[in-house]
């Protein structure tokens, strides 16, 4: 059982990757359909305070923040029907169709394996599971041993391939290590976050997709989306390696991290907040452009 000052500071962390991957979110969902010209459009200070949606990534990390600060930890059956729960209250929030399907049903009282199991017959591989993944490895940044495990606890509620799952654990890695090395210079901890996401991250294609990145470190982005792909697929192997490329280039700048990914085009929320909520695990909410933080409609839960 971790005491309660514990606790509260890995909350605390979760809470603020939480700003930065919801943020990203709504950024890059409000860009998507001009993606290409982002950088032109980027400016929110007209724009009502509040008034970018963010969409299902952050309502699913919202249940993940709820139930850590719940439980201290991850047990799917409750956070099964945190996802749920959410999803009932209020599912205009841009899911996909599948998730709606598994959700719903999960709502209807069947049990969460048995539907993810059987979600495009063997598991979704989508990028949902790591779109929602790196508030994890905030909360336990101090103890990178147990985030492949929760990451999975996290995934496989509604992601139960291989694939799936590998891209969550990738994804709440980097923000461990990010968030782990937080006053430390930017190409130490890059180097750190590529380490561990190598040696943590199952055999998989989101795998071997991650190493070919890490390989194109010093590439454009438009390199390496033709080697590794943008999020178009909307799978996990087709966003995340683009996703930790993007964040390990950028981490010490939240903006230009922000609009060097959405500017490819691709999954432009869900590669926002991947990316968005990896950096803020380095940067803090200082790292958050402030017009953009205040643009985006609140959070509903209290800020740390
Ligand atoms: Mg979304």
């Known amino acids: 059982m971790m005491n309660r000052n514990k606790s509260d500071l890995c909350l605390a962390r979760a ?44 309502e699913m990390a919202l249940a993940i923040v709820e139930t850590l600060e719940r439980l201290g930890g991850i047990d799917d ?23 709606r399907h598994i959700l719903q049903q999960i709502c209807d009282g069947m049990p969460w394996r048995e539907v993810s199991k059987n979600a495009f017959g063997g598991g979704s591989f989508g990028n949902g599971a790591a779109m929602r993944a790196a508030p994890i490895g905030a909360y336990f940044a101090d103890d990178l041993s147990v985030v492949p495990t929760m990451a999975t ?36 901890a890059t180097r750190a976050i590529w ?20 390989r194109l470190s010093g590439a454009t982005a438009k390199v390496v989306v033709r080697e590794v792909g943008n999020g178009s697929e909307i799978s996990a192997q087709d966003t995340v390696p683009f996703c930790l490329w993007s964040a390990c280039n950028h981490l010490a700048c939240y903006e230009e991290a922000l609009l ?19 950096i803020a695990s380095f940067s803090g909410l200082d ?5 953009w933080h205040k643009a985006r409609e609140p959070l509903p839960i209290p800020r740390e």
Request: proline share 3%; net charge neutral; aromatic share 6%.
């Open 15 to 58: 809470k603020e990757c939480l700003e930065g991957l919801s943020v990203g979110d709504a950024v890059g969902e409000a860009l998507s359909y001009q993606s290409y010209r982002c950088r032109d459009l980027v400016d929110f200070s007209a724009f009502r305070p509040g008034t970018l949606r963010f969409t299902d990534d952050t």
């Open 77 to 99: 059956d409750v956070l099964a029907w945190a996802y749920a729960k959410r999803y009932r209250n209020d599912p205009d929030r841009g899911y996909g169709k599948m998730a």
């Open 153 to 188: 606890k996290s995934a496989h509620v509604t992601h139960f391939h291989p694939e799936g799952i590998a891209g969550a654990i990738a994804v709440a890695v980097a923000a461990a290590v990010a968030s782990k090395h937080k006053n430390q210079s930017a190409d130490v």
């Open 195 to 214: 380490e561990a996401v190598l040696d943590l991250t199952p055999k998989s294609k989101v795998r071997e997709r991650l190493a070919v990145s890490h």
């Open 260 to 278: 060097s990914t959405i500017e490819v085009g691709g999954d432009c929320d869900t590669n926002g907040a991947i990316v968005g909520g990896i």
């Open 287 to 291: 790292g958050i452009p402030k017009n």
